[in-house]
């Protein structure tokens, strides 16, 4: 046996005591695992900030956001999952139906290593919720700050072994897509998730997915462009660009092109470490392929980019068909591209392969709305960037290259759960059509009574 069916095994165990406490013991043990992290927040954010290269203060924003979906997952599970009665419909009048969404087992987590403490707790805190138990792999790039979640967990929930972690590489991902766990909920990029998919299709394990972007921002000719230039500028600059949901490319209406660009140039400034040695030589290419085939350097230029650093490129008239516009990029560059109507910013916006998140910069409320609603992503902000990230009560996840299923919310707790239907018959139904001596003259009057309900 392998030590991560060796894990898995021992998950087991403890998914049989976590599943059988209720939701009210639960949240009493999440919410000790919370304040453990809420008061610990200075050392995991030292950790995190030494595996990625982010700076402290990023690091903590990112624990803290975490913690307010904790937060959210215990105090709702309960009310999202618990038993509900529900109204049992014409047919079945004579039975009690009852509604549940009960644990799956054990979840196999695989997370990524730009976000390590909040994009892999958006489905581990979300899982423990809904009563599983958790085996977390998570980037060989963020070991320790996986292992420091799961020592958190011994420590603020004493006992079985609810949460663990196996160390390794995708190796050991590979392994726990195939250890016989109840789901999966992978974070990474679309090519990985293909692999972990046919894996996951050999055991039929389901599976959620959380894969990469290449987000949208729109800017409509009435925006607040000092606004949106701040927010592209977070949204594409922030964490050295490597944030699933930040911002890749920009659609700035004509009229607006030329202020919007300079606002932008005046704020991207200052060079950044980026987590891994492969990603600036992707940069690079995507950098490189944008002005070989016309694209301007608004502000960089290939040299920006050096081993391990890179300093903001703002690239402007870049064709749609080139790698910096079709290809996720995950570093601090952004396309700035002109359009001649909201219209043809929607169409471009969706014209890619990926569908995360996007955002709309207009002061026309409902416009911004209205063009939220055309665009294919699981999540879109209307004046700001990542608005969606800090509300708990939304679902998170995407479509196309950018996965499926829902992690966050409602639709997170339920991701991860099994809905169970129950019907508890209080008397014989006067109708009865559910017996094999069925009555003719009962199954006539039956009919008689649907065409009445249905056919009129
Ligand atoms: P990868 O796809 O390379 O890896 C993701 C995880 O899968 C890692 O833990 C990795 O392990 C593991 N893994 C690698 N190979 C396998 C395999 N064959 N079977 C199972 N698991 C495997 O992505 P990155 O870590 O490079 O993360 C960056 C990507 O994640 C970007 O595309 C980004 O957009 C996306 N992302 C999406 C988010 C979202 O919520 N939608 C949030 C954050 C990132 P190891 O690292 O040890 O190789």
């Given amino acids: 046996m392998t030590e991560v069916q060796a894990t898995v095994e021992k998950a087991r165990s403890a998914a049989r005591w976590w599943g059988g406490l209720g939701h009210r013991e639960r949240r009493t043990r999440l919410l000790a695992w919370k304040r453990h992290l809420a008061r610990h927040i200075g050392e995991l954010a030292a950790l995190v900030a030494e595996e990625t290269g982010k700076t402290q203060d990023d690091a903590a924003l990112e624990v803290m956001l975490a913690v307010e979906h904790l937060d959210w997952a215990a105090r709702n599970a309960g009310k999202v999952l618990g038993r509900r009665r529900v109204p049992s419909g014409m047919l079945a009048a004579n039975h009690v139906a009852t509604l549940e969404y009960l644990p799956l087992g054990v979840v196999g987590v695989i997370g990524p290593w730009n976000y390590p403490v909040y994009t892999p707790l958006g489905s581990v805190s979300y899982a423990l919720a809904a009563g599983n138990a958790v085996v977390f792999k998570p980037s060989e790039h963020t070991p320790r700050t996986g292992a420091w979640l799961a020592d958190a967990w011994a420590a603020a929930v004493p006992g079985e072994p609810v949460l663990q972690v196996v160390l390794g590489d995708g190796s050991a991902g590979a392994q726990l897509t195939w250890s016989g766990v109840d789901k999966i909920a992978f974070t990474g990029s679309a090519a990985t998730a293909r692999k972990v998919m046919a894996t996951c299709a050999e055991t039929l394990t389901p599976l959620v997915v959380e894969g990469g972007g290449k987000d949208a921002m729109i800017v409509a000719a009435d925006a607040d462009l000092d606004a949106a230039a701040r927010a592209a500028a977070f949204g594409g600059f922030g964490n050295a660009g490597q944030t699933c949901a930040g911002v890749e490319r920009v659609y700035v209406e004509r009229s607006v092109y030329p202020q919007f660009l300079a606002k932008l140039g005046a704020l991207a400034v200052g060079e950044q470490t980026m987590t891994t040695a492969e990603q600036p030589a992707i940069v690079r ?172």
């Fill in 285 to 456: 290419a995507h950098v490189e392929d944008a002005l070989s085939r016309g694209g301007r350097a608004v502000v960089g230029e290939p040299s920006s980019i050096t081993a391990r650093t890179v300093a903001p490129v703002v690239l402007a008239e870049v064709p749609e068909d080139s790698i910096a516009v079709t290809e996720e990029t995950f570093g601090p560059t952004l396309v700035v591209n002109p359009v001649d109507s909201l219209a043809e910013a929607i169409t471009l916006a969706n014209a890619s392969k990926y569908g995360l998140a996007a955002s709309i910069f207009s002061k026309n409320a409902h416009a911004a709305a209205a063009t939220a609603r055309k665009l294919r992503t699981g999540a879109a902000s209307v004046n700001a960037v990542l608005g969606f990230a800090g509300v708990p009560s939304l679902p998170f996840g995407g479509v196309g290259d950018s996965g499926f299923g829902r992690i966050h919310g409602a639709d997170g707790l339920r991701e991860f759960s099994r809905a169970q239907a129950v019907t508890r018959q209080r008397f014989a139904a006067p109708m009865d059509l559910m017996r094999l001596d069925r009555d003719p003259k009962v199954m006539r009057r039956a009919l008689t009574l649907f065409h009445l309900r249905h056919g009129r």
